[in-house]
C-alpha cells in the first residue's frame, strides 16, 4: 500500500519560534497533490495549507510554508511565529488519481509560552 | 454555508445494537468517504464512494456498511457493533478530481 510518513508522533516549539514537521510520502503517479491538516483539541479537521506536485514552487499560506522535495518524495510543514493557537495534532496526507487521500499517523506539536 | 454534517456527535452504544451515522453534504460534491481515527493510527479510510451508487471499499471497511441513494448523503451503518470499533469517525467529501477534502465535525462512538 502506498503510504504516508509521519516520523515525528510528538513535538514542542517555544511561542515566536520556528518548527518543521516532517513528512514523506511514496506514489506512482507523476501528478498528486499533498496536503497538511491541523487537528487542535475541538477535533475539527482543518485544511492548512495545500502543494500540487507538478508546481515547483513551494506553497506559503502566512505563518505556514511547506518545502516539497519531490524527487526525495518530502514534504515538510514549517511553522513560522509559532503560537498557542498552534498547537494541534498535524497530519501530511497525499491525494492522487481517483483513490481516496492517504494520511499519515500525525505529529502532535505542544507550543510552550 | 457550505459544510458536511454528521449525527449523532457523540454515541454510546453497546455491543451488537445496530446503528447509523448519517452524513450530509451541501456542496454537490461527487466524492465522499468515511474515515475513523484511533490514536497512533491516524485517519484510517473505512469506505468511499465517487458518485451515486457506486461505492467501494478502503482500508478498514470490516464490520461497516454504507449506500449512497442520493448525492448528498452517504451513511455509515455498524450492523453489529463491537468494542473495537470505538473510535472517533469523521465523513468527508469533495469534488472529483481535485483532493481538497471537507471534514464534518466528527462523531466520537463508544461501544461497551
Known amino acids: 500500500a502506498q503510504t504516508v510518513t509521519q516520523s515525528q508522533p510528538e513535538m514542542s516549539v517555544q511561542e515566536a519560534e520556528t518548527v518543521t514537521l516532517s513528512c514523506t510520502y511514496d506514489?506512482?503517479?507523476?501528478?498528486?497533490?499533498l496536503f497538511w491538516y491541523k487537528q487542535p483539541p475541538s477535533r475539527q479537521m482543518i485544511l492548512v495549507i495545500r502543494?500540487?506536485?507538478?508546481?515547483?514552487q513551494n506553497a506559503t499560506e502566512n505563518r505556514f510554508s511547506v518545502n516539497f522535495q519531490k524527487a526525495a518524495k518530502s514534504f515538510s510543514l514549517k511553522i513560522s511565529d509559532s503560537q498557542l493557537g498552534d498547537t494541534a495534532m498535524y497530519f501530511c496526507?497525499?491525494?492522487?488519481?481517483?483513490?481516496?487521500?492517504?494520511f499519515g499517523k500525525g505529529t502532535r506539536l505542544s507550543v510552550i509560552a | 454555508e457550505a459544510q458536511v454534517t454528521q449525527n449523532p456527535r457523540y454515541l454510546i452504544t453497546v455491543t451488537g445494537k445496530k446503528l447509523t451515522v448519517t452524513c450530509s453534504q451541501n456542496?454537490?460534491?461527487?466524492?465522499m468517504s468515511w474515515y475513523r481515527q484511533d490514536p497512533g493510527l491516524g485517519l484510517r479510510q473505512i469506505y468511499y464512494?465517487?458518485?451515486?451508487?457506486?461505492?467501494d471499499k478502503g482500508d478498514v471497511p470490516e464490520g461497516y456498511k454504507v449506500s449512497r441513494k442520493e448525492k448528498r448523503n452517504f451513511p455509515l451503518i455498524l450492523e453489529s457493533p463491537s468494542p473495537n470499533q470505538t473510535s472517533l469517525y469523521f465523513c468527508?467529501?469533495?469534488?472529483?478530481?481535485?483532493?481538497?477534502?471537507?471534514f464534518g465535525p466528527g462523531t466520537r462512538l463508544t461501544v461497551t
Open positions: 506514489t506512482s503517479e507523476s501528478n498528486y497533490y
Open positions: 468527508a467529501s469533495r469534488i472529483s478530481g481535485t483532493y481538497e477534502q471537507y
Open positions: 456542496m454537490n460534491h461527487e466524492y
Open positions: 502543494q500540487e506536485a507538478y508546481k515547483q
Open positions: 496526507a497525499r491525494g492522487a488519481g481517483n483513490t481516496p487521500l492517504v
Open positions: 464512494s465517487m458518485n451515486v451508487e457506486v461505492t
